[in-house]
């Protein structure tokens, strides 16, 4: 049975603008929480990143530094499934929010540099491989920009020469949320991002048993009786096993001649650790300012050229 899609979201809220002349850091950024609030005719800057939903997790950019979304453990655990794999890739989301004001606009930059475990222990992962030992070591994630109407279903092929990276982000370098000069009026601009993430071990299968019984009746005829049935492997063999359950089985009858019957059987099931605790991916936002004017770059901190 094909297991749903479930979609769920995280969210960045970006607000820029750009003052006029040369700026200093606390000239051109706002700690504002409420979005863009011009503080001249020219503008103001704010950028943050929050959960949808969860005002209490909003972190608000310091002078222009890049803010994070964390992607779950528990989501990118979802590819292994209940029968020890998806047949599709699952999604996940995230989103760039914002405003430039005057003839400013903004870009930013999507990278993924670390993973972190529930204990703490930060894993470098900015050259898109993941440890073995996880989940994500036995799949891929995917970040793209979504298509019109937030659409995620056409993820994109990886490129050539990057088939070992487990972590994939295409159009992630200077992705425009605003163009310049386009946004007199300083309403809010959303982008939607995509996290595409798919399974790419094969399924273990699944495990035959058969049990058959036999006996003989007071008449002397043959009693038979057959029977099978079998077990999915449901965790990822990319796991590292973590010890081995025994079992036993001892079965006794009494023949009719009072003979004592008696016969064991023993198997073991090795044990995996839980995809539950797969650690969280960091993904990182930087943005920056950009100009009509063609003499101003792009940056965090764009400055006039003295006149």
């Not at 023993?266 to 839980?274: F, T, V």
Request: glycine share 14%; charged share 20%; hydrophobic share 40%.
């Amino acid at each position: 049975m094909k297991r749903p899609q479930v979609t769920r979201s995280a969210a960045v809220v970006v607000g820029l603008g750009l003052w006029a002349g040369a700026l200093s850091a606390h000239a051109l950024w706002s700690d504002s929480r409420d979005g863009v609030e011009p503080s001249k005719r020219t503008g103001a800057v704010t950028f943050a990143g929050q959960v949808p939903g969860e005002d209490a997790s909003r972190v608000v950019s310091d002078g222009g530094a890049p803010v994070t979304v964390v992607l779950p453990g528990s989501e990118i655990a979802r590819v292994v499934g209940d029968e020890g794999g998806t047949t599709g890739p699952l999604f996940w989301r995230f989103e760039a929010a914002g405003a430039a004001l005057g003839i400013t606009g903004l870009v930013f930059d999507v990278t993924v540099g670390s993973t972190v475990a529930g204990d703490g222990t930060v894993t470098d992962i900015a050259d898109g491989v993941a440890p073995d030992g996880t989940v994500l070591g036995g799949s891929v994630i995917k970040l793209y920009p979504a298509a019109l109407g937030g659409d995620c279903s056409a993820v994109p092929a990886t490129p050539p020469g990057e088939e070992h990276k487990n972590v994939l982000v295409i159009g992630g370098e200077q992705d425009v949320l605003q163009a310049a000069g386009t946004n007199r009026a300083g309403d809010e601009v959303v982008r939607e991002w995509c996290v595409a993430m798919s399974w790419l071990e094969e399924q273990d299968g699944l495990y035959a048993n058969r049990v058959e019984a036999a006996g003989v009746a007071t008449d002397g005829s043959a009693v038979l009786a057959l029977d099978d049935w079998q077990a999915a492997v449901a965790f990822p063999r990319s796991l590292p096993d973590g010890a081995v359950y025994g079992n036993l089985a001892t079965a006794e009858a009494v023949g009719v001649g009072g003979t004592a019957l008696r016969d064991s059987s023993e198997w073991h099931a090795l044990l995996s650790p839980d995809p539950s605790a797969e650690p969280d991916v960091v993904i990182t936002l930087d943005p920056a300012v950009t100009n009509l004017n063609p003499d101003v770059g792009t940056g965090d901190q764009p400055v006039f050229p003295a006149r």
